[in-house]
């Protein structure tokens, strides 16, 4: 409710500043959308006078960056950067999810990060790199079992209609650099209930990867399709996709349930499949693509149908 005005009812949206014990000035956004009810987003600024747009910044994963531009330092000048160890890092993002009481909530995914200007024009060039940290994103552990990190944040919608409401993920993504915690992206909080354990059973492993053989081909008949007749921005189709698996992951996912309400679901067993693609659009010259959190195909572990992480179903 707005303090000020409590007639107007409840507000979509609140900006604004705080400055913190140490000194430090953090410009703080509290919204509630479609898709993500309660978001929460914290960014602390080094020029507090600037214009928000000078202080506007996002972070790239630094593995996929280094791939893509012989102008992103090297390793050893990037941890000179940030100043700190990982480890280190992770104590000061830990002890924030410590001060937010958030019950069970554990790093999953962790990653070097550098920071890029908004705004700039074409390829991103060295005089846009703003600096580097770490990026830490958690995820609940029930009992022993992680809900999976992937970059897809959910709430996507299909564009056909039906039922289904937008909702993305929980989410909690916390960076870190040399002057500590830098940025804080809290989303859509959980409220974990008991768990339904009746008639639970999960295939064979054998039998998914049946299935997962069978699916990612399915899936990559549309890279094929030429679509340049559609009077839309399509390129020329690839000529050979390839994927390399490197690490398969069991773990839970929230799973749009229309049964229950438009804002419940189910924790349910998935595995994901991660590694590269390399795709050739010439025969020769192949070009590999590589998100580390990114799943290229999600499997429902008790029935083996597919997932869309997007959708959420």
């Known amino acids: 409710m707005d303090p000020w ?18 000194g430090s000035c953090y410009r703080y956004n509290i919204a509630k959308t479609d898709a993500f009810p309660m978001k929460v987003w914290a960014k602390r600024l080094d ?27 090297e390793t050893a000048a990037l941890s000179g950067e940030i100043g700190m160890t990982k480890a280190e890092a992770q104590r000061l993002a830990d002890a924030v999810v410590d001060r937010l009481n958030l019950p069970d909530m554990q790093v999953y995914s962790s990653e070097a990060v550098i920071g890029l200007r908004l705004g700039y024009s074409g390829a991103p060039q060295k005089k846009d790199m703003t600096g580097a940290g770490y990026a830490f994103h958690y995820t609940r552990n029930l009992d ?12 996507a919608k299909m564009n056909t209609e039906n039922d289904a409401v937008r909702w993305g993920y929980e989410m909690l993504d916390i960076y870190v650099t040399k ?35 069978k699916m990612i081909q399915l899936q990559s008949t549309e890279l094929f399709l030429d679509k340049r007749s559609d009077h839309e921005d399509y390129g020329t189709p690839p000529q050979s996709v390839h994927y390399d698996i490197d690490k398969i992951t069991l773990g ?58 997007w959708l959420g179903f």
């Open 5 to 22: 005005a409590p007639e107007q009812g409840t507000i979509q949206q609140i900006n604004s500043f705080v400055e913190t014990e140490d």
């Open 47 to 73: 020029n507090p006078d600037a214009l928000a747009e000078e202080n506007a910044v996002i972070w790239s994963a630094y593995d996929s960056m280094k791939r893509l531009y012989a102008w992103v330092p």
């Open 144 to 155: 022993g079992v992680p809900i999976t990190y992937t970059v897809a944040s959910g709430g």
């Open 179 to 213: 002057d500590g915690i830098d940025e804080i992206n809290f989303a859509n909080q959980y409220d974990i209930g008991p768990a339904d354990t009746k008639g639970i059973e999960l295939l064979p492993f054998s039998d998914l990867m049946a299935v997962f053989d």
């Open 252 to 309: 839970y996912m929230r799973i749009y349930d229309p049964q229950s309400g438009k804002r419940e679901g189910k924790l349910v067993p998935v595995w994901d499949f991660y590694g590269s693609c390399t795709i050739s659009y010439d025969g020769t010259i192949p070009k590999t693509f590589r998100d580390t959190n990114k799943s290229l195909l999600t499997l429902n572990a008790m029935d083996g149908t597919v997932v869309d992480r």
